[in-house]
């Protein structure tokens, strides 16, 4: 659990200060962007405390943006209109299929951000995968598994991508 929050840790770091054409600092802070609205999914078939791991997300990317005069709207408040939104427009077929999250589009974005008055949308989708147990002679049994992170940053209007990326790590139990 440590290395995965490490590993958020050090995605949020990146994220929030990525300096590169199309990045936070020069998109969003050079503009007059007031408020992100931050969606989270997190894949609890495999994640012990999602909602720890939520408010982690969230409070780091609060953390770093504040600084700059950028809002970060309320998880909770955030969170009620994901779940709502993916509720009334049928994106998943039945309960397990929620468990593993969902895919959103540009128009779904649009409307998340027209529906929480946000100028811009950042949705933060965590999964694990190829957890597996490893033993060996020396260190015994371990659980291994990847974390993988996708980070997408949109416009209010659902034109334009303004992040677009996916960070991995491997990580395994002590």
């Not at 007031?34 to 405390?49: M, R, V």
């Not at 770093?64 to 994106?91: A, C, F, G, W």
């Amino acid at each position: 659990m440590k290395k995965i929050l490490l590993f958020l840790a050090m995605f949020i770091l990146v994220a929030s200060t990525v300096s590169a054409e199309g990045s936070f600092s020069e998109s969003i802070l050079n503009k007059d962007a007031k408020k992100i609205a931050l969606f989270i999914g997190i894949d609890k078939q495999w994640a012990a405390k999602p909602k720890e791991m939520q408010d982690y997300i969230h409070q780091g990317t609060k953390d770093k943006l504040t600084p700059h005069n950028v809002y970060v709207m309320p998880i909770d408040q955030t969170q009620k209109i994901l779940r709502s939104y993916i509720r009334e427009n049928n994106l998943v077929e039945n309960a397990r299929e929620a468990d593993q999250g969902v895919n959103l589009r540009k128009q779904d974005f649009h409307k998340l951000a027209e529906e929480s008055g946000a100028d811009y949308v950042m949705y933060v989708a965590t999964r694990f995968t190829a957890g597996e147990t490893k033993r060996n002679f020396w260190s015994g049994q371990r659980n291994q598994g990847t974390v993988i992170c996708d980070v997408l940053l949109i416009k209010k209007d659902g034109t334009q991508y303004i992040i677009d990326e996916s960070f991995s790590d491997t990580g395994s139990s002590s």
